[in-house]
């Protein structure tokens, strides 16, 4: 998984160590990895296939299970299970066309949630034992412990909800509705956001084994991909036309206790050209990535530079190393570490503004790499143009967003939608022209998107130093 976005005061945590305070978008998670934010704190996470996981303020999440596929401890596909520790969070779990399922569980307090094919749900855990509520799709509930009045088993569907009984579970009822939150627009927006950039898809990942991350979008949508000849697709960012740009110039080194210091590139494309594939510097070109067979660099155990041939005179990236205890004689005692190493440690190489113009790499129209003459790729669909009404809204009287020439958003009754290939979720409190009265939430709303904060810890841990 990745941290896709941060919006306001997110920590990491892995154990008891804080790994970023504040925490850094693009940075790779691994299994057992907490994400806390705080009363203005949001958090996106993306899974390789696609799911989504969003925190809104004031929820703690944990990673408990995250193997891969064909991963010793998992099955034959893969396995993850997510634990909604606190607050409140939204699940979008993509389903599988061929082949065997990829489990996601959410467990939350003493039930655990599993999704049959794409579902979209909310789970809210602001009154114990909890709340759920599936947008779009079908999961399966089971619930329960001494504790809590018996156990729980239940099947819902698109446009139910329940709210769990704490003194009797078996007597928890099912309705038939789901029941707005101010936190519903927020995650409308995100998917909005999303679907758009899965409209400029060019192609290029679609016959690699992780075409379905989501991260593929910040590429296509920062950058132009390239069909060279015999070399396969190089893509670069706009900023490369920049002489003085290259790959490590902007960003943090964050320390990992499995990893050691590992990138987090502070770009919004910056994820995946940091964890496979090759950067080259191209004479007449400038930098390019080549994403190779998508092979992450921790399946090695290891982080490394991903720099394969650099221009005359390059300075590779300098990886921090943690500060050991010496004896006299200028050996580790013990090998043990002094105070720990610093958690972030900022690097910002980028040519400083106010001197003299830097040369720029000709992008317009055909260019060489590797001695080959080619032309920037173009989206397989155009980006969706909608007629001015907020993005997210639902339109019950029509069948999709006017827009001459765009990719039709289609909605269903209950909220739905797919847009560029990628289902979407539009809450029916966002009334399209105002034809529809506004649902009242169930939390004071808030500006900026999003609602107002609830109640709940964002989880324990000790504070770190910030950036």
């Known amino acids: 998984m990745r941290l896709s976005s941060v919006e306001g005061q997110v920590r990491i945590l892995q154990g008891t160590q804080v790994l970023a305070d504040p925490a850094l978008a693009n940075t790779p998670l691994f299994e057992g990895a907490q994400v806390l934010t705080s009363g203005d704190g949001r958090a996106e996470l993306e899974f390789e296939d696609g799911s989504v996981v969003r925190l809104s303020p004031n ?56 999704a049959d094919g794409s579902t979209v749900l909310r789970v809210n855990l602001d ?15 089971e619930s329960g412990n001494s504790q ?9 569907h698109g446009g139910e909800s329940v709210a769990l009984n704490g003194a009797d579970l078996a007597g928890s009822i099912v309705a038939e509705s789901v029941e707005p939150d101010s936190w519903d627009t927020w995650n409308s927006d995100r998917d909005q956001l999303l679907a758009a950039e ?20 910040d590429l296509d949508a920062n950058g132009s991909w390239y069909s ?20 490590y110039g902007n960003g943090n080194w964050m320390w990992t206790p499995r990893f050691g210091y590992i990138w987090v590139s502070d770009d919004a494309w910056g994820y995946l050209p940091y ?16 994403p190779g067979i998508c092979q992450p660099w921790w399946g090695g155990g290891r982080w490394f530079a991903n720099v394969g041939i650099p221009p005359h005179g390059y300075r590779p990236p300098m990886r921090p190393h943690p500060m050991l205890p010496r004896s006299g004689g200028g050996r ?12 972030i440690v900022a690097v910002n190489r980028l040519p400083q503004g106010g001197g003299a113009a830097l040369p720029t790499h000709t992008r317009y129209g055909p260019v060489t790499i590797g001695g080959r003459l080619v032309q920037p790729m173009r989206p397989l669909s155009p980006r969706p143009l909608y007629n001015g009404s907020a993005a997210g809204a639902v339109n019950r009287s029509r069948s999709a967003y006017a827009g001459s020439g765009a990719p039709v958003v289609q909605h269903s009754a209950s909220g739905s939608a797919t847009a560029g290939g990628r289902a979407v979720y539009a809450p029916s409190a966002r009334s399209s022209g105002g034809s529809q009265p506004a649902p009242s939430y169930s939390r004071p709303s808030g500006g900026g998107g999003g609602g107002g904060s609830h109640a709940g810890s964002g989880g324990t841990g000790s504070s770190g130093p910030h950036r």
């Open 332 to 343: 580790p005692l013990n090998g043990a570490l002094a105070a720990g190493p610093h958690p």
């Open 275 to 290: 964890q496979y594939g090759t950067w080259n510097f191209y004479d007449d070109f400038g930098w390019g990535w080549a």
């Open 148 to 156: 809590h009045g018996g156990a729980l088993t239940l099947d819902l």
């Open 59 to 114: 929820s703690s999440l944990m990673l408990a299970l995250l193997r891969g596929q064909g991963s010793a401890g998992g099955n034959a596909a893969g396995d993850a299970e997510i634990v909604l520790q606190s607050g409140l969070g939204y699940f979008e779990l993509q389903g599988q066309s061929e082949g065997p399922p990829r489990p996601i569980r959410v467990r939350f307090g003493d039930s655990v949630v599993t």
């Open 228 to 247: 060279v000849p015999g070399e396969g697709s190089i893509w670069s960012p706009y900023e490369a036309t920049n002489a003085g740009w290259e790959p």
């Open 198 to 217: 899965a409209t400029a898809k060019t192609g290029a990942a679609g016959n690699l084994p992780d075409s379905n991350n989501p991260a593929w979008g």
């Open 127 to 141: 009154n114990p034992p909890g709340e759920l509520a599936i947008f779009s799709g079908n999961a399966h509930l």
